[in-house]
């Protein structure tokens, strides 16, 4: 058929197509299931002797059946279902880490879901106004005693502390750290040693009555003395000052010679040296050695859970507290803070317990500026990312 133009030699071609849409196929549910053991048992070596004996006594039975006749995908299947079966029988399957709220209150909510499938099966027969009634009663007093249940279940209810309610949002958030007492004593020892004899490191002259906030004071000759201070040990967390280079070789050297005593080597790798400057001098200093290897030059590192900077700043450390409070809100995003079932008072509780503790803690000893009050501020601006900020910055203000 021609165009509109009969001098146009081009052609309208017309076509009549029939379509049928066809929509995805759902993927099929593997027929085997994820099979997870609970390998943490390997751990001890009183489960690998069990396992290695279990499965050596299923295999050799397994042997001697049907002997050189079987192929060998069946030889194979057999044993990956023998080997298989026997570790869940002797390791067993993984507990859930994280509990939920639901298993403790289980005995309560079981007798009302059987009365709410009871009267629901009872109007599928009927079909009557009664069972309509009925059967929404039920439905709404279920829901209320879920919502109570949960609310009281992110309500620490058995003390006046906030703990439970953290231990279950966080509980490998915030791990309580597990130290050795022995290994802290010898640390002790260790320093103990060391500092016999030992005048080198940081000297703080300070007093011991009132007027100890009077600078004026400490210039006195009487009532005042100097403590010199050149090991930071708390826990397992130790730590060496001095006030130059060379006093710092001394202390190491000393060190280490104590440590030798007690069969004990620095480990070179995991010591870090960080070198504060005084101002308008170069931030490099000279090597620091242990048994002749350098240690190794920091800008940063963390003692205590705390970033220290060679600059005294605490701008990396707010940082870190900022992503480690955003992430912490962020966990809780879908499981509490967007739950509509769950009050206001109690998501407040647990942001006063869980978050605000990882922004705050020992804030009172760092050094702040402006500049890390607007840091934090712009960390939570809803214009910066619409998700987890922009919630917690509703929940600041």
Known sequence: MRGAECSTDHYVVRSQLRLQLIFPRRKEPSKTPSMKLNTGKLKSEKHQQALEAAITATLESADNIGGEARKVEQMWTHMKETVLSTAVGVLGRPLRKTPDWFPEKEERIQP????????YNRHMRENSAATIIAFSEIKAKLQRELRAMKDKWWTPHRSGR????VERAFLKLAKPARHSRSKIIVIATVLETMGANLNKGVCIKTRSDR???NLLTLKASSKTRELCERELLYADESALVAISHLDIQGIVDRFSAAAA????KINVSRTE???????DEPSECQEVLVDGDALKKSRHLTYLGSAVMNTNSAD???DLRTQTAAKAFGSL????????????????K?????????????????????RHIKKTIQSSDPSSAPDTRDTMARWCT
């Open 211 to 213: 007027k100890l906030f």
């Open 261 to 264: 005593l007690f069969g004990l």
């Open 273 to 279: 040296l960080l070198y504060h400057p005084p101002p």
């Open 316 to 318: 990396l450390e707010v």
């Open 162 to 165: 906030h703990q439970n309610s």
């Open 350 to 370: 647990v942001y006063n317990a869980a978050i605000l503790p990882r922004l705050l803690y020992s804030v009172e000893s760092m050094t702040l500026y402006q």
């Open 112 to 119: 009302l879901l059987d009365e709410k499938t009871r009267i």
């Open 333 to 348: 995003q879908k499981r509490l803070w967007s739950r509509h079932d769950i009050k206001r008072k109690t998501k407040v």
